[in-house]
């Protein structure tokens, strides 16, 4: 965590001074913003939290609830969520307070007397396996708690607008604001008030039932048939040995994906109420809690649970859906988009993978950082085009991915042949469910794979994972990527050739040729703004840490940033091993040893990979999506 | 982290119920109360975060200050500490705040040419060596913010009543509320005004110059002469390589300590000012910022700082002196004592070892918990003796050490024989400085060493060293230690001989015989409270996670507790590793394998170890200081 930078912070660094728009920011929700966020869920509160970090952009988030969500909904934390949340400053939190999942387990009936259930397999949970952060539950409510203390302590100030709900919106092709958005006040003085607001943009983060989506004309497609579950967040007593952990319990009386919560006590279960028929008309909402309290002792039998309090619970129905588009530009019309869409607004599926919530907050990381550049003049509106165009395969594969599992899990007994199917499944495919598996296809912010070769542990698409390093001004061992936090910047990451810091090298040159005048980095940084305030250098050195002598880095990874110009020396860092890190990112990712430039987005994803001499080719890379000369 | 125990909790789950004299907290510093804490410092502040876990008791704190502290004083926080902040519930946030250090470098004249320092040694910490927890630097400000933080989130609701003097108090022979205190308001309405208040206790947590000590006439023994430093935090840039790496620097010019401070920018320097003579009357307090900044630039020449912002400075004149006695009782006097010295009201020392705040921490820890459990009528009077019993020799520990420290630091460069003498005490003493070393003596709270040898690894009267034991409800590893938050209750841990859960056992018996209505578990928990609401039981079979069938587990360790008689699942751990844990803490801590209770107190020192078979020790040890059939 870096601050003290612009002087002296007496108090909580978590929370940054104001800046721009948020300075002053009117508590009313005014007629005219850059920027507005419909909903408050999981997508729209990580919207809210990142365009914080874009102070000179007008920020709103519309609710239609009143205050802060309470109970219920998702509360599956998949690791990339959790990497997610260490960008937004409060993993360390949410880690401590969450239900970690070590193991999954599984019960199906016994082959003696198949009316009783008997643990079939126990899993190790894949997420320590393949990422640094574990895998978690815990309460939506918590974590949007943390994105919106996150919005608001960010120079943005930005504040969810409760009780108020959207109705509708027109795109005008002209003006300043094109976005014309109908809303309703439903608390405060301004109650019952229907109004009519502008805005640059707009982001429909409402849900499943988006009126935005409905607005923009955009059709959810996918099977008419819903899926139902009895979901119940319940304090118990019982002789269930599992109830601490996740289990997947195949009986003959149904099935159980059982879910241990936050806390020690409470936990979650979701009870199969099978496909609704498409004339059900929500009947099977009508299940009452009496009913899914037996079916699930049905179910768990011979233990029994005793039931002692009932935080929540609902009848919940879901189809797989997937919105035809997740802006409002029609296939084949040039213009840019003005509306967006995000998580279950344009993409529905199953509880049982655990994804809704994550897939969700990744769409908005998606969205977020474009806003934000063109908004602020740094990137042109084509831009925006992106996220429709990387986020909708996603959602596809999402959409398979869960079909497959749903149906696997909803099998009955004898159906099943070999009782360790679902286990192999579950392992097998563990980077899906982990959110890493996403990777995006070549475009204007992803290069194509003609350097992959010099990095091959970084697939270009995919998101960058990180290791550890040793940060060469103290010695600390710390993880590269985790010093980048969800601040809006880009990331070039100079991987140094074999010669050490003075010596003449391919690095040397690089940074020369980087700090030339007309450089990328000069040019498409803002006049008077820091010189990382777009492009965040960094330099590993192949040595140990001992021996890079800072007096002889470039300057270029010591700059000189902020109103007092201090020097910045966490973009210095060693590959070698030292007492406290026990890896050598070369080794670890297969980076070249002649010397690599590695390009990450702000969402953290790998955008291209080049060679230390490619200074031109990386230029013309970042021209594709940066303003020269931005007003800043 | 357990929550949701007494229902549903939607919020921050650090923010507990209000009980007790938390509910409807006066605002106004009442008439009478039963603890007055004076000064918010860390010992102060830590006292009142322990005493927020004792509702039933009405605590105050009264503070001259008009606010939070700002800036200055103390940053070295030692691993102890941060064992202690986890068991306030802070560790992941501050240790995420702080600077954390991994290395010492030690740096001296230049055998070539004396005038220019060089770098003779670098020693990495030693703090991860000898425990799970990092050696922090961060503003004191902080860490009392987050022991505030604590305080105000308790049931107790505690909130500092600052801008509030203490002028003096006496102890009267009689009556509820024997300590008769003025005090006087300066701020707010009734600024100016001088006030008598009564309390059963108070506890002088004032600094230095304690008007308490005064008021209780105890003597602040030890050398007259005090040693003077000038301290400032800065901004600066430099050319000095180890600007970010904690240093001690020998120069013939004078000695610097150097400390890099949070945020990845600030800097403190501590610049040797010498020795003040008795008859100085503090003239060395005259020394400018500007005097100081130029002495540093000519002990760190050839390299130089060039100041952009000073964030604090202060001359800081300490003398190693302790006082003759923690309490108000005389020696020889057999009444208990009323008023208790803590911090640096007792006890102060160079700034050099990095002790001050950490050493008036631990003060408050010892004592916290005694005075809850006398004032809530759950043991005797006498156990406040204990405390200057147990703190004094501690104190004086730390004075010899820093006096050693502190010489061997301020040594002239022609002193030095062996360039390597600093880095060697530094390191081979590092169990001081960390916060280990203190080991209390035998006493009503202290069982002999005579069953020392049924568990080596945890000496009696140290603080128990945690080691991962896995948690068989759920397969997560955890540590041990880290489940015992600061809430003021004991834990037996009763280590299981080697038969499995459900056989018959040492254990199996040990857990019958604790069971009985008549037994020390029974009998010390008030009426209607909790079973494990002063003594927390847990069980550590020898075998892996997997072989422990929890319905054969004794319901001693599954106790149903809280409003809705909810089981406690995470009172049973095993010690075998499993996929995410190393350790065996039988072969860690030399535990004996025919089963071992480790009794341990609140402020998480051991305190007894006993076989299994000794539950009739165990009830007399546990009859020293607990009373039978307490109220509740
Ligand atoms: C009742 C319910 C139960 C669920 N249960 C589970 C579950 O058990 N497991 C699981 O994995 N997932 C569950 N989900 C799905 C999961 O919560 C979502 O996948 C996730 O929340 C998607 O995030 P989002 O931000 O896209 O939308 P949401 O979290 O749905 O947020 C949409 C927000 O928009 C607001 N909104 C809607 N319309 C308007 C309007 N016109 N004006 C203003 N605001 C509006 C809503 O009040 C809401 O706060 C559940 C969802 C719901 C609604
Ligand atoms: C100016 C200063 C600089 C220091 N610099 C360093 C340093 O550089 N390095 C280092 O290691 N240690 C330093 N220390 C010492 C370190 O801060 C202490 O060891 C540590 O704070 C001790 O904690 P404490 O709770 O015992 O007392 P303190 O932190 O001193 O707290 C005492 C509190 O009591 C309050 N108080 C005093 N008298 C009254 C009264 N009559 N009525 C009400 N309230 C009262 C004070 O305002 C203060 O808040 C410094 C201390 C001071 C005062």
């Known amino acids: 965590m870096q601050f003290h930078h612009h002087g002296y912070v007496s108090g909580d660094p978590r929370v940054r001074d104001a800046e721009g728009t948020g300075v002053d920011r009117p508590l009313d929700l005014p007629e005219e913003m850059d920027l507005l966020i419909v909903g408050s869920g999981p997508a729209g509160m990580l919207l809210a939290a990142q365009m914080s970090q874009f102070p000179a952009v007008t920020t709103r988030i519309i609710e239609r609830r009143e205050g802060r969500l309470r109970l219920g909904q998702a509360d599956g934390i998949q690791p990339r969520s959790v990497e997610t949340f260490q960008a937004f400053g409060f993993a360390e939190r949410i880690v401590a307070e969450a239900y970690n999942i070590a193991y999954m387990n599984f019960w199906?009936?016994?082959?003696?007397?198949?009316?009783?259930?008997?643990?079939?397999?126990?899993?190790?949970?894949?997420?320590?396996?393949i990422s640094e952060f574990p895998h978690l539950i815990v309460n939506q409510a918590r974590v949007l708690d943390y994105f919106a203390e996150s919005a608001r302590h960010g120079p943005g100030r930005i504040v969810p607008d409760y009780g108020v709900e959207f109705l509708g919106l027109q795109v005008h092709e002209e003006g300043e604001y094109p976005v014309e958005v109908r809303v309703r006040h439903l608390v405060g003085e301004r109650a019952g008030e229907e109004r009519t607001v502008r805005a640059k943009y707009v982001a429909g983060g409402d849900g499943a039932r988006s009126g935005v989506r409905d607005a923009i004309g955009r059709v959810h497609v996918g099977g008419a048939s819903q899926h139902a579950?009895?979901?119940m967040d319940v304090l118990v007593n019982t002789d269930f040995p599992d109830w601490r952990t996740k289990c997947a319990i195949n009986a003959r009386a149904g099935n159980i994906l059982h879910i241990p919560r936050e806390g020690g006590y409470l936990s979650r279960m979701y009870i199969d109420l099978g496909e609704v028929a498409e004339d059900d008309n929500h009947r099977v909402r009508a299940t009452s809690i009496e009913d899914i309290i037996e079916r699930a002792n049905a179910i768990l039998h011979p233990y029994t649970i005793e039931v002692k309090q009932v935080a929540w619970h609902s009848v919940y129905e879901v189809g797989h859906r997937v919105t035809d588009k997740?802006?409002?530009?029609?296939?084949?019309?040039?213009?840019?988009?003005?509306?967006?869409?995000?998580?279950?607004?344009c993409h529905t599926h199953s509880a049982k993978a655990g994804q809704g919530m994550n897939v969700s907050m990744q769409d908005a990381f998606n969205l977020g950082w474009k806003l934000g550049y063109v908004l602020a003049g740094l990137s042109p509106e084509s831009l925006l085009a992106t996220y429709s165009a990387e986020r909708l395969p996603v959602a596809q594969q999402l959409i398979d991915f869960d079909r497959e599992w749903s149906s696997l899990m909803a099998r009955k007994p004898e159906e099943i042949t070999d009782p360790s199917d679902l286990a192999t499944f579950y392992l097998g495919t563990a980077e899906f469910p982990s959110g890493f598996m996403t990777q995006y296809g070549p475009s204007m912010i992803e290069a194509d794979g003609r350097h992959q070769a010099l990095a091959d542990g970084f697939p270009i698409g995919k998101r960058f994972k990180s290791v550890q390093v040793v940060r060469v001004c103290d010695g600390n061992a710390i993880h590269l990527g985790h010093h980048a936090r969800a601040d809006g910047r880009w990331r070039l990451y100079a991987f140094a050739d074999a010669a050490p810091a003075g010596a003449e090298s391919a690095l040397a040159a690089w940074a020369r040729a980087m700090s030339r005048p007309e450089s990328a980095l000069r040019r498409f940084t803002p006049q008077g703004a820091d010189v990382d305030a777009i492009l965040d250098v960094k330099v590993i050195y192949q040595q140990g840490y001992e021996e890079v002598d800072l007096g002889a880095v470039p300057e270029l990874f010591l700059p000189r940033t902020g109103p007092l110009a201090l020097t910045d020396w966490e973009k210095v860092y060693a590959a070698a091993p030292n007492a406290w890190s026990h890896a050598d990112i070369f080794a670890e990712r297969g980076i070249?040893?002649?010397?690599?430039?590695?390009?990450?987005?702000?969402?953290?994803?790998?955008a291209a990979i080049l060679p230390l001499t490619a200074t031109e080719e990386l230029e013309a890379f970042l021209g594709q999506f940066l303003r020269a000369g931005a007003a800043g």
């Open 326 to 345: 997740f802006d409002d530009v029609a296939e084949g019309e040039s213009r840019s988009p003005r509306v967006f869409l995000m998580g279950d607004a």
């Open 229 to 231: 579950w009895g979901v």
């Open 108 to 129: 199906g009936p016994d082959p003696q007397d198949p009316a009783r259930i008997v643990r079939t397999a126990r899993t190790e949970d894949y997420a320590l396996k």
């Open 592 to 606: 070249d040893r002649s010397g690599v430039v590695v390009v990450v987005r702000p969402d953290q994803y790998v």
